[in-house]
């Protein structure tokens, strides 16, 4: 453990309940008191992690003295105190950890010296898709189906779950990362039974990086925490501080409450919307004032869950009674809600209604304006209210949706995060795309209409444009909240009574986030009423949230494809940008979970929820939504007769053990991992094939060529993409000879832990425009110098056949959209020694030093245009050769068959860190030799 420096005097003792811990005082640091809450959580990282090298007394001083109207402020270290992952963007993180192991036995070391040095915690949330539905076998077909299609990945991580330390698997079926985070994992304030410089063990702000876009779900509960990509959490595993920049705070007042009616999802379509007109992209948001207290604890979950929608870094609920009522009610023991608010109220993290920090600019919202809504068809940003849906809609489908063409900014980077919810890179993404603006005037509306003649079940009926194909209720956003949940299940019993049911070309699913869900609505009674109406169990996972929402009822399908019907999905998610919901769905809304029920009973957007009938009764007579809707007594009634903390004691107890399938997978107790040569989803990773005990000195880079040619705003998903594997593509051929079939394929994000994969997908996005290859879209270039067109991924192989090195020259913001790791780890695999571009997304640029790739920049004003480059030059950088430290600028010649042009280039490796990870080849490589350095060391 690294020896804090102190050098404020900031060590001192917390005693709660007969026991004692060591904590490091704010308030013996000058001008805390000021600070928001989001950046005291920062301060006390830095008091507690200085080493006087990494973290240094100048890095506190400098976020003490933060200037709230600076557009940033200083470049601090951040040390988390532990890591969540999904299995999407979690597995290569543990491949890469198994990787190093072997290497580590291959060196003579002990591989049991390779562990995750914070707590690392996966859940598995992200695979099970929602085939079956509308029967109480549902959720058992879709379980075996998702272990049939992911058993290889799902066999890696159940070894992971015993062979390594501080590594913990939520196995498929429990729950949604985010949910389980907020119920069960998160500390709030962690107590860490490590001895520090006292001799007490530490009691410090729960902090976390995720490998999930919707991290700052926990935020509601006080606990700072936020996206990154795959290699800043495999770094932070392994001990390695974050860099980051200290932004702006935006702070926003609340007063009012609620009004009765408006649910946790009316909430947050507000704010979202509110903040995006705002613009708050890569700020913290924090909620301070009267009207916290009114909000529920599953509210700022939901809101905290939604701030990659309006671009926040997190959306943070400071520490209060609220908070404690919580963690009492998810069975936290008494002792640790004793420690959480000793430490709070100790350190000025407690919220005071009264008390109101320097922010960088401060917002007032009133909880009262909030009115039922709904969002879409397009953009989680564009809020409905309800009682205007049905004019709105009507005039979507006869004007459009009046949402740009082509999304930018902060709307593209969101969108690209599909379907494995790669968190977001704010460096660089501007807010470009405001909400539309829904308030105009009412005018009459005729819906445009096409009614298509299908016979569902022997049932004959009609579909036709703004029906409703797709009622979900799915995604953490809402199912944590037992308030939002057990309206639905209140409504559906209501609805049952009156005799109502869905309409029949609706496909209806439940997929909460958590089995607590499932526990209480059958402790409430209501699952047989939500069954009835076809929102049996499909899932515990995202499902539908990220696209897994499975097909169509075949004859919907049918008749929606041959006469191009604009139909709808209604969900209870966080993002519904066209095509990622499912591919036949044109609409796509963001709903409370009554409201997904109410639309699955009218069966159709036109209609007017607020007066129109969702049906008639068994007597003929109309059944309005007013007559079935709960009230919020009513709702808190039963929120507070079922939802009880045993339930959540009980859940959790076993909640690494998995089902029958889980505990079924073959394992080893072994402390080196079996590959499987055969397998197509999980291969080692060849990072330390040839890896030398020592890193070699720096080299120039020769005679290289480049392999592709790019312009402005390249995103990791042009980089990288997570999507679909078209069949005549490098990855699919790849698939095809290693016998998969095309409906088995997948997409790119479920196969992140092969790299053979993963390396024939780089630079292979249908959208990516590669100037070697004028014309032509795809992942394409020409090899050199003989000019033949190829794919990227074979003109890489046949350049390192001949020892060729490759370079990417780019435009500015390259890199910019998602923290996509493979997106790095691609290009370095594809033999690229060198990114030569205007500008670079921060994290993307870390990421590629990570890696060992050289960011090259030019110099101010100049470009690849204004040199006269084409990309058919061979290039040269010199300057490293020779030197004990990376230079701040190389020589970069290129000689083509007009001449020779030579220009200096910015080496943007900006830090100590990313100096010694570069020198090593990689942060994997340089942290595999600090740890066979240690160990000679210790045995010496």
């Given at each position: 453990m690294t020896v804090?420096r102190n050098?404020f005097?900031?060590?001192?003792?917390?005693?709660v309940?007969?026991?004692r811990?060591e904590?490091?005082r704010l308030?013996?640091?000058q001008?805390t008191?000021r600070l928001?809450?989001?950046?005291?959580?920062?301060?006390?990282n830095?008091?507690?992690?200085?080493?006087?090298?990494v973290?240094?007394?100048?890095q506190?001083?400098?976020?003490t003295s933060w200037d709230?109207?600076?557009?940033?402020?200083a470049e601090?270290q951040f040390?988390?105190a532990?890591v969540?992952m999904?299995d999407?963007?979690g597995?290569?993180?543990?491949v890469?950890?198994?990787?190093m192991?072997?290497?580590m036995?291959t060196?003579?070391?002990?591989?049991?010296?390779?562990?995750?040095l914070?707590?690392?915690?996966?859940?598995i949330?992200?695979?099970?898709?929602a085939?079956?539905?509308?029967?109480?076998?549902?959720f058992r077909?879709?379980a075996?189906l998702e272990?049939?299609?992911?058993?290889?990945?799902?066999?890696?991580?159940r070894w992971?779950?015993?062979?390594?330390d501080?590594?913990?698997?939520?196995?498929p079926?429990t729950?949604?990362?985010?949910?389980?985070?907020l119920?069960y994992?998160a500390?709030?304030?962690?107590?860490?039974?490590i001895?520090?410089?006292?001799g007490?063990?530490?009691a410090y702000?729960?902090?976390?990086?995720?490998t999930d876009?919707?991290?700052?779900m926990v935020?509601?509960?006080?606990?700072?925490g936020?996206?990154?990509g795959?290699?800043?959490?495999?770094?932070?595993m392994?001990g390695q501080p974050?860099s980051m920049?200290v932004p702006?705070v935006l702070?926003?007042?609340?007063t009012?409450?609620?009004?009765?009616g408006?649910t946790?999802t009316?909430?947050?379509?507000?704010?979202?919307?509110?903040l995006r007109?705002?613009?708050?992209?890569g700020?913290?948001?924090?909620?301070?004032?009267p009207?916290?207290?009114n909000?529920?604890l599953a509210?700022?979950?939901?809101?905290g869950n939604m701030s990659?929608?309006?671009?926040?870094t997190?959306?943070i609920f400071?520490?209060?009674?609220?908070t404690?009522?919580?963690l009492r009610?998810?069975?936290?023991?008494t002792?640790h809600?004793?420690?959480v608010e000793?430490?709070a109220?100790?350190?000025g993290?407690w919220?005071?209604?009264?008390?109101e920090?320097i922010?960088?600019?401060t917002?007032?919202f009133?909880?009262d304006?909030?009115v039922?809504?709904?969002?879409?068809?397009?953009?989680?940003q564009?809020?409905?209210?309800l009682?205007?849906?049905?004019?709105?809609i009507g005039?979507?489908?006869t004007?459009g949706?009046q949402?740009?063409a082509?999304?930018?900014?902060?709307?593209e980077a969101?969108a690209?995060?599909f379907?494995?919810?790669?968190p977001?890179?704010?460096?660089r993404?501007?807010?470009?795309?405001?909400?539309?603006?829904?308030?105009?005037p009412d005018?009459?509306?005729?819906?445009?209409t096409a009614?298509?003649?299908?016979t569902?079940?022997g049932?004959?009926?009609?579909?036709?444009?703004?029906?409703?194909?797709?009622?979900?209720?799915?995604?953490?956003?809402?199912?944590?909240?037992p308030s939002?949940?057990l309206?639905?299940?209140?409504l559906a019993?209501?609805?049952v009574?009156?005799?109502l049911t869905t309409?029949p070309?609706?496909k209806?699913?439940?997929?909460?986030g958590?089995?607590?869900?499932?526990?209480?609505y059958?402790?409430?009674?209501l699952?047989?009423?939500?069954?009835?109406?076809?929102f049996?169990?499909?899932g515990?996972?995202c499902t539908t949230?990220?696209?897994?929402?499975?097909?169509?009822i075949?004859?919907?399908s049918?008749a929606?494809?041959?006469?191009?019907l604009?139909v709808?999905?209604?969900?209870?998610?966080?993002?519904?940008?066209?095509?990622?919901?499912?591919?036949?769905?044109q609409?796509n809304f963001?709903?409370?979970?009554?409201l997904?029920i109410?639309y699955a009973?009218a069966g159709?957007m036109?209609?007017?929820?607020?007066?129109d009938?969702?049906?008639?009764?068994?007597d003929?007579e109309?059944v309005?939504l007013r007559d079935i809707?709960p009230?919020t007594d009513q709702?808190e009634?039963?929120v507070?007769?079922v939802?009880?903390?045993?339930m959540?004691?009980k859940?959790y107890?076993d909640v690494f053990?998995?089902?029958?399938?889980?505990?079924s997978?073959?394992m080893?107790?072994?402390?080196m991992?079996t590959?499987?040569?055969?397998?197509t989803?999980v291969r080692?990773p060849?990072?330390?094939?040839a890896?030398?005990r020592?890193?070699?000195?720096l080299?120039?880079?020769t005679?290289?060529?480049a392999l592709a040619?790019?312009?402005?705003?390249?995103?990791?998903?042009h980089i990288?993409?997570?999507?679909?594997i078209?069949?005549?593509?490098p990855a699919?051929?790849?698939?095809?000879d290693?016998g998969?079939?095309?409906?088995?394929?997948n997409?790119?994000?479920?196969?992140?832990?092969?790299?053979?994969?993963?390396?024939r997908?780089?630079?292979?996005n249908?959208r990516?425009h590669n100037?070697l290859?004028p014309?032509?879209e795809g992942g394409f270039?020409?090899?050199?110098p003989d000019?033949?067109?190829?794919s990227i991924?074979?003109a890489?192989?046949?350049y390192a056949?001949?020892?060729v090195p490759?370079?990417?020259l780019a435009?500015?913001e390259y890199?910019s959209?998602s923290?996509r790791d493979w997106?790095?780890?691609?290009?370095?695999?594809?033999?690229?020694?060198?990114?030569l571009?205007?500008s670079?997304?921060?994290?993307?640029?870390s990421?590629?030093?990570?890696?060992?790739v050289l960011?090259l920049?030019?110099?101010p004003g100049e470009?690849?245009?204004?040199?006269?480059?084409?990309?058919?030059?061979?290039f040269?950088?010199t300057?490293?050769?020779g030197?004990e430290t990376?230079?701040?600028e190389?020589t970069v010649r290129?000689?083509?068959?007009?001449g020779?042009t030579e220009f200096?280039?910015?080496v943007?490796i900006?830090t100590?860190?990313?100096q010694?990870?570069?020198?090593?080849?990689g942060i994997l490589?340089y942290v595999l030799?600090h740890l066979?350095?240690?160990?000679e060391v210790?045995?010496?």
């Amino acid at each position: 453990m690294t020896v804090t420096r102190n050098s404020f005097d900031a060590r001192a003792e917390l005693k709660v309940g007969g026991r004692r811990y060591e904590i490091f005082r704010l308030d013996h640091v000058q001008g805390t008191a000021r600070l928001p809450y989001s950046l005291k959580v920062l301060l006390e990282n830095l008091l507690r992690c200085e080493d006087g090298t990494v973290v240094t007394a100048d890095q506190i001083t400098a976020l003490t003295s933060w200037d709230p109207a600076a557009h940033h402020g200083a470049e601090i270290q951040f040390t988390p105190a532990r890591v969540l992952m999904q299995d999407f963007t979690g597995v290569p993180c543990v491949v890469d950890l198994v990787a190093m192991r072997d290497a580590m036995a291959t060196f003579g070391g002990d591989p049991q010296r390779i562990n995750p040095l914070i707590p690392a915690e996966l859940v598995i949330d992200h695979s099970v898709i929602a085939d079956a539905f509308g029967s109480p076998d549902a959720f058992r077909v879709n379980a075996d189906l998702e272990f049939s299609r992911n058993q290889e990945r799902y066999q890696l991580l159940r070894w992971g779950q015993q062979a390594f330390d501080d590594f913990v698997v939520v196995p498929p079926g429990t729950g949604i990362c985010h949910q389980v985070n907020l119920e069960y994992l998160a500390r709030v304030v962690f107590t860490r039974e490590i001895l520090g410089g006292s001799g007490l063990p530490q009691a410090y702000p729960d902090t976390l990086v995720g490998t999930d876009s919707h991290t700052p779900m926990v935020n509601g509960l006080g606990v700072l925490g936020w996206g990154v990509g795959g290699i800043e959490a495999e770094a932070a595993m392994l001990g390695q501080p974050m860099s980051m920049l200290v932004p702006q705070v935006l702070g926003i007042k609340l007063t009012g409450a609620l009004p009765d009616g408006a649910t946790a999802t009316d909430l947050v379509l507000t704010v979202a919307q509110l903040l995006r007109h705002k613009g708050v992209v890569g700020k913290m948001v924090e909620f301070y004032g009267p009207g916290v207290a009114n909000v529920p604890l599953a509210n700022r979950a939901t809101i905290g869950n939604m701030s990659p929608e309006y671009g926040s870094t997190s959306a943070i609920f400071p520490i209060d009674e609220e908070t404690l009522r919580y963690l009492r009610l998810t069975g936290r023991s008494t002792e640790h809600v004793a420690v959480v608010e000793a430490y709070a109220k100790e350190q000025g993290l407690w919220h005071e209604p009264d008390h109101e920090p320097i922010y960088s600019e401060t917002v007032e919202f009133n909880l009262d304006a909030v009115v039922p809504s709904i969002a879409g068809p397009k953009r989680p940003q564009d809020r409905i209210a309800l009682s205007k849906a049905r004019r709105v809609i009507g005039q979507i489908l006869t004007e459009g949706s009046q949402v740009p063409a082509e999304l930018v900014g902060l709307d593209e980077a969101s969108a690209e995060s599909f379907p494995a919810s790669d968190p977001i890179a704010f460096g660089r993404i501007e807010d470009q795309q405001q909400p539309v603006d829904r308030s105009r005037p009412d005018a009459d509306v005729t819906w445009p209409t096409a009614p298509v003649p299908v016979t569902i079940d022997g049932r004959a009926t009609e579909l036709d444009h703004g029906h409703v194909v797709i009622a979900a209720i799915t995604s953490c956003t809402n199912t944590s909240n037992p308030s939002v949940m057990l309206a639905a299940g209140l409504l559906a019993k209501n609805a049952v009574a009156r005799g109502l049911t869905t309409r029949p070309w609706v496909k209806t699913s439940l997929a909460p986030g958590s089995r607590v869900v499932t526990d209480y609505y059958d402790e409430a009674g209501l699952t047989p009423y939500l069954n009835e109406l076809g929102f049996d169990l499909v899932g515990y996972g995202c499902t539908t949230c990220i696209g897994n929402s499975g097909p169509l009822i075949p004859e919907v399908s049918a008749a929606v494809t041959e006469h191009d019907l604009n139909v709808a999905a209604v969900l209870s998610g966080n993002r519904n940008f066209e095509g990622r919901i499912h591919a036949e769905t044109q609409m796509n809304f963001l709903a409370s979970p009554p409201l997904v029920i109410a639309y699955a009973l009218a069966g159709t957007m036109n209609t007017d929820l607020t007066s129109d009938p969702l049906g008639h009764d068994t007597d003929g007579e109309p059944v309005y939504l007013r007559d079935i809707w709960p009230s919020t007594d009513q709702v808190e009634a039963v929120v507070g007769q079922v939802v009880q903390a045993q339930m959540f004691t009980k859940g959790y107890s076993d909640v690494f053990a998995g089902d029958a399938n889980w505990r079924s997978l073959d394992m080893p107790s072994a402390e080196m991992f079996t590959w499987d040569d055969t397998s197509t989803y999980v291969r080692r990773p060849p990072y330390f094939e040839a890896m030398p005990r020592e890193p070699e000195p720096l080299r120039d880079i020769t005679a290289a060529r480049a392999l592709a040619v790019l312009g402005d705003s390249v995103t990791t998903d042009h980089i990288s993409p997570a999507g679909s594997i078209r069949k005549d593509s490098p990855a699919g051929q790849y698939l095809l000879d290693h016998g998969v079939s095309v409906r088995d394929f997948n997409s790119y994000g479920s196969r992140r832990g092969n790299h053979e994969v993963m390396i024939r997908g780089t630079f292979a996005n249908i959208r990516l425009h590669n100037q070697l290859v004028p014309g032509i879209e795809g992942g394409f270039t020409r090899h050199l110098p003989d000019g033949e067109q190829m794919s990227i991924f074979d003109a890489a192989t046949a350049y390192a056949a001949d020892g060729v090195p490759l370079l990417v020259l780019a435009g500015a913001e390259y890199g910019s959209g998602s923290s996509r790791d493979w997106a790095a780890k691609g290009t370095t695999l594809l033999g690229v020694r060198a990114v030569l571009a205007e500008s670079f997304e921060r994290i993307h640029r870390s990421n590629l030093i990570g890696m060992g790739v050289l960011p090259l920049q030019y110099s101010p004003g100049e470009s690849a245009r204004s040199l006269g480059l084409t990309g058919e030059e061979t290039f040269t950088v010199t300057g490293l050769a020779g030197a004990e430290t990376v230079p701040p600028e190389v020589t970069v010649r290129a000689d083509g068959e007009h001449g020779q042009t030579e220009f200096a280039a910015v080496v943007r490796i900006d830090t100590p860190a990313e100096q010694e990870y570069y020198r090593h080849g990689g942060i994997l490589q340089y942290v595999l030799r600090h740890l066979l350095t240690t160990a000679e060391v210790g045995t010496s």
